[in-house]
């Protein structure tokens, strides 16, 4: 099955950690992407990459880490610099150049809570 | 700086009725308009995406248009049912940078029996 997986679903932070969320995706797609979901809002783009070893800032990128190592994973690290980290996080993969539609594709999702 | 808005926030229908869900955009150098559909804590499924030079995309019962001179979009729906109920988002990729698309808000569909 093609597909993008996120894991956890379900991610509990304590005030002062820093936690990864993982994002992996065997479409073979060069683009991934990490979005932040706040309660009835759109998303909103926090780091995104185009190829392997390089990526970019989104709008919302303070307290985010990435690393794309591997074209099939896109990990994110909320850092205990991110004050407000609580929020539903997704994932999504789009293949990428010359004649292709940009057509992105969602992972499940991971809700993270700070205690 | 795109901005995309959709309107209504939330939108509720009768079994059985056409609908139309829209989206409008300020910037009209776009590369494609995709139209999404997400249920309760899930993430987003993709239902249409048209390309800037397409003036619309079916599929089933969903018919997806787009007018970039006047920066909308509408998604409409045919003969809804109970099962269509959920959040709509249209995302709009533009020509200078495909993969920073600009998400609406979306618009929340119930559709009672």
């Known amino acids: 099955d093609g597909g993008i997986t996120q894991s956890p679903k379900y991610l509990f932070r304590k005030e002062g950690q820093n936690v990864t969320l993982s994002c992996e995706q065997n479409?073979?797609?060069?683009?991934m992407y990490w979005y932040r979901q706040d309660p009835g809002q759109g998303l909103r783009l926090i780091y995104y990459s185009q190829i392997v070893n390089d990526f970019q800032k989104g709008d919302i990128a303070e307290g985010y880490s990435v690393s794309r190592e591997k074209k099939e994973s896109f990990p994110l690290t909320v850092t205990s610099a991110q004050k407000n980290p609580t929020a539903f996080y997704l994932c999504?993969?789009?293949?990428?150049?010359?004649?292709?539609?940009?057509?992105?594709?969602f992972g499940p999702g991971t809700r993270l809570t700070v205690l | 700086k795109q901005e995309v808005t959709q309107i209504p926030a939330a939108l509720s229908v009768p079994e059985g009725e056409n609908l139309v869900l829209n989206c409008s955009f300020t910037?009209?150098?776009?590369?494609?308009l995709q139209w999404f559909r997400q249920d309760p804590g899930k993430g987003l499924t993709s239902l249409l995406l048209?390309?800037?030079?397409?003036r619309e995309q079916t599929s089933g019962r969903l018919n997806a248009s787009l007018d970039k001179s006047s920066g909308r979009s509408t998604l409409y729906i045919a003969a809804s049912q109970p099962g269509d109920s959920a959040t709509y988002l249209c995302?709009?990729?533009?020509?200078?940078?495909?993969?920073?698309?600009?998400f609406g808000d979306g618009t929340t569909l119930t559709v009672k029996p």
């Open positions: 995302a709009v990729g533009p020509y200078t940078n495909a993969g920073k698309s600009t």
């Open positions: 999504a993969s789009s293949p990428q150049g010359a004649g292709k539609q940009n057509e992105q594709f």
């Open positions: 048209i390309q800037s030079s397409q």
């Open positions: 910037d009209s150098a776009i590369y494609n």
């Open positions: 479409l073979n797609h060069d683009a």
